[in-house]
């Protein structure tokens, strides 16, 4: 069985579209049921155009981290540090169906868990939708 490869690195101006597909794909994937279509639409067009994305690129105070696996984009986490608090807010967290259950998501918190405190922040906080109970179960597990 061949291991796989991953890197967990900041993601690019140019990557940008490659964030917007993830989060298209895995959206659709996962959020049916928990919210509508009209819901997703609206929140990805909202939260993930390339000028919102673009913000997290080279901020002192955030980042927008992307996940490869075997050269190819399974996952992103983004995160900003919350004004003058010492609080960073985990804002996405996204991995591909096909890659869930495999520690990526924890080690994209990981990652973030490493770069806040650099930024000033002592805590780590996020929201999740009430429904979202596989989201929930997984952020419970890494504390």
Partial sequence: MLESTLEIRSARLDELPVVQ????????A???GIITTEQIDYMLARGYAIDALAGFLGAPDGGLELAVVDGEPAGF????????AAEARLDKLYVLQSRQRHGLGGQLIARV?????????ATLILNVNKGNDQAI???????
């Fill in 21 to 28: 597909r993830l989060a298209h794909v895995i959206w659709h």
């Fill in 30 to 32: 996962h959020y049916p």
């Fill in 77 to 84: 986490t983004a995160w900003y540090r919350m004004g003058d």
């Fill in 113 to 121: 868990v490493e770069r806040a405190p650099v930024a000033g922040a």
């Fill in 137 to 143: 179960r997984a952020y419970e597990r890494h504390g």
